[in-house]
């Protein structure tokens, strides 16, 4: 009033005549409200008798509010704020809040506080409450306004908004419900009705999160579903957004999930699905989306970013979160994911498109297996084609395109053909030979690396059977075990029965493992190893070198042979530290007991320096390259024995 300020006047005298209405004070309530009336009237002098009035009743109501304060107050309730329904309640005068808190907590709710609606929509955007109190008339953000940025929130659509205020006129009622409020109620406030209309709200409310959680939320994890992600994209889309804005799609798959279910049960995948679906979500902001669409296939909505930059870092995040170990019922698993990602505008202004360029950036990342990939103009060829050799790749056992390559292994000392490691190869009928690079990693993706690990084992076995009939040997067979048949809990079994099937000896029989398969899951691989040893069956350890070995598991492990990586032996004439690394390994060898064979000897130098280094055996384009059963017989087995069966017949399995 000093400063003339009818504006000023007008929010104070507002203030105070809700929260004296709410506390009964009437007398004082309707002296505020004549104050009002000057101020929104633009008077704001000459209002000495209102104020000398506004006194009066101010001390009458203070002198009641000692009176009711001094009497014996009950005990606060203990809630549990992990249980209890939260209710926001917004409002500028702390008097208002006081009371309103009081008469909710002794109801049960957890109570947050705002005192405008910025403040409001701060606390909805890190934890959306079971409901919403919200004044109409604060500062700097008022409740309407309030309501509608709520109500834009990824969990704010269906979140019961009461507004509560001193305005009674129809205008501001239909302010209330064209911001989205779901009800309405004036002051001063009666708190039994109050407490009554917000009980059936949030009963209401608790019925529709029920419904709405069962028909758009994933039953296994929690997260939204597939309608419900594409009911929060198709809002993000209508949306106008800002010209230095971006937003984001990602598409994620685990790799060769398949395997997971297929060699540990159903309960152990979904218990990984539910801890992917964590680390996910800690990988992102509290708005930002996490669906799972099905099986291993998860997608996020990144709003709001400002460069492609951020959704790289989220999903490398991703990543390498997911790259640690997962542990359950003691045991340590390793799961990778491959993430596509596409922006709105650029890649597509509908969800289709923008799905579609997600998921073909996500097929381009799994060729390189747990990284990601933006979506690029021309990458569908790419993914098309290796879609159409995924499908061929199901039909070549059955369509005999698949053979077995034989490298010979010499021993050093003698040069004898000491063995040979049975190679698998693809004879596509339009592609060519396609290497196993390229169909591998397919397989293992795929869950056919286990048929076709079978098929294999048991071709090159009965080849052997054959040899070893026709007076060739003795020879050693190697044949690779991938980790994901290492992991199978009838590993040793299916062995077994090969060895039964085709009749040869066990001690024939080689199995390389990986170091870094056997270092995956160490203390599990040596039961499967000790087991497979007992039976008969040498073992080995390929690609020596390049993983990480502890010598503490290396004296453990039943193994029989070391394989020095080709890595090392290629620059092992020129090279000082290739040549004192293969020296360290054939000595860390020999002080075990184990025999040593260098793989990619390819010149005579080589094979000399591993000679004098007393390596045992080598394996490379030196002795030969991998060649089918009938030639090398022909070229390797008849020529290093002089033996002549007769005709050759390559074993063909049925």
Partial sequence: MAANDAAALTQAAHSLKGSSGNLGAQGLSRTCARLESSGRQGVAQGLGPMIQQLRSESERAVKALLKETSAQALPKPVLDPDRALRVLIVDDDRATRIGLRQVLESDGYWIEEAVNGAQAVSVCERRMPDLVLMDAVMPVVDGFEACEYIRQLSDGGHTPVLIITALDDEQSIENAFSAGATDYIPKPLHFGVLRQRIARLLQAGQAEKHVRHLAYNDPLTGLPNRAMFTERLTELLARPMRADQVLAILFLDLDRFKMVNDTLGHDVGDMLLKAVAERISGCVRSGDMVARLGGDEFTLILENINAPEVAASVAEKICKALAE???????????????????YPQDGRDIGTLMKHADTAMFRAKEGGGSYQFYEMGMEAAVSKQLELQNDLRRALDRNELRVFYQPQADLETGAVVGMEALVRWEHPTNGMIPPSEFIPLAEEMGLIHDLGQWVLETACAQLKVWTAQGYGPLRLSVNLSGLELERHDCTKRVGEVLAETGLNPSSLELEITESTIMNHPEEVIAVLQSLKEMGVKLAIDDFGTGYSSLSYLKRFPIDLIKIDASFIRDITTDSNDRALVSGIIALAKSLNLRVIAEGVE???????????????IQGYLLGKPVPAEVFEEEVLRVSTGVRPGKITPFRKK
Avoid: Y
């Fill in 603 to 617: 010149t005579r130098e080589q094979k000399k320096l591993l000679t004098e280094q007393h390596c045992d055996e």
């Fill in 325 to 343: 170990p997962f542990t359950f019922m003691a045991q340590e698993m390793f799961i990778s994911t491959s993430i596509g990602i596409s922006l």
